[in-house]
């Protein structure tokens, strides 16, 4: 059975400071892997979708890489921002045929970015 | 397109009533998924939809639990007999089959459920 880990499960850190955060998986047959992020008491907004095949993908401050062997991902945050403060959960789906949908989500680490 | 809609925001019911609650996905989304997420934990998958055709149930979702999606568009999910237990919010997501570019699942904002 496929466990997401993420590492630290809360952060602090000053406005502007650039950040990682650790998300790791057990089984490495993954088809794909995602980042989103999560407001108090909202839904999840998708920040970054990484293939299987594909060792990192960017979207403005963030960078999001794969080390598919070592069960590894991690999201990096350049110059946070106080608006960046919110819950970011990394989710990962089974390279299975027929089975390739259903995302795996890791318990979340809770990011406060102080002003 | 405005994303993925979830409808009602909130629901309070007592113990032993029945609720629905309703998801339009983005229209050109083949896939839709439920999810559920309690406090301090990470969404749950609950069930998918291709199409019309449901193709996977979970295992937590119990025989009180009921989804539908017909003619592929819209999905509800019904709870019967609601418990305390079944607090919660409930996700709805949907994805194209086959994914380009760095996005992916677009989840809505969520059915936040309370049993009292």
């Known amino acids: 059975k496929q466990e997401v880990t993420q590492i630290p499960a809360a952060l602090s850190v000053p406005e502007g400071e650039n950040l990682v955060l650790n998300c790791s998986f057990t089984?490495?047959?993954?088809?794909?892997l995602q980042w989103f992020r999560q407001d108090p008491g909202k839904g999840l907004t998708s920040l970054l979708l990484?293939?299987?095949?594909?060792r990192e993908q960017t979207s403005g401050r963030l960078n999001a890489s794969l080390d598919k062997s070592s069960g590894r991902s991690t999201l990096y945050i350049a110059a946070s921002q106080p608006g960046d403060s919110a819950t970011y959960l990394c989710?990962?789906?089974?390279?299975?045929?027929?089975?390739?949908?259903?995302?795996?989500f890791g318990k979340g680490t809770l990011l406060t970015v102080n002003p | 397109d405005t994303g993925v809609s979830q409808n009602p925001r909130h629901k309070i019911t007592k113990r032993g009533q029945n609720v629905t609650f309703r998801c339009d996905p983005i229209?050109?989304?083949?896939?839709l998924y439920w999810y559920r997420q309690t406090l301090g934990q990470g969404p749950e998958f609950l069930t998918y939809?291709?199409?019309?055709?449901?193709?996977?149930k979970s295992r937590l979702l119990s025989d009180r639990f009921s989804a539908e999606r017909p003619k592929g568009s819209f999905s509800t999910l019904e709870i019967q007999r609601t418990e305390q237990g079944d607090s919660a919010m409930y996700l709805c997501?949907?994805?194209?089959?086959?994914?380009?570019?760095?996005?992916?699942?677009?989840f809505g904002s969520g059915t936040r459920l309370t049993v009292v």
């Open positions: 997501a949907s994805s194209p089959l086959l994914f380009s570019g760095p996005y992916g699942y677009t």
């Open positions: 089984d490495s047959a993954i088809y794909n």
């Open positions: 990484i293939q299987s095949s594909q």
């Open positions: 989710a990962v789906t089974r390279d299975s045929r027929g089975s390739n949908y259903k995302l795996t």
């Open positions: 229209s050109e989304h083949n896939r």
């Open positions: 939809f291709q199409n019309e055709a449901q193709l996977e």
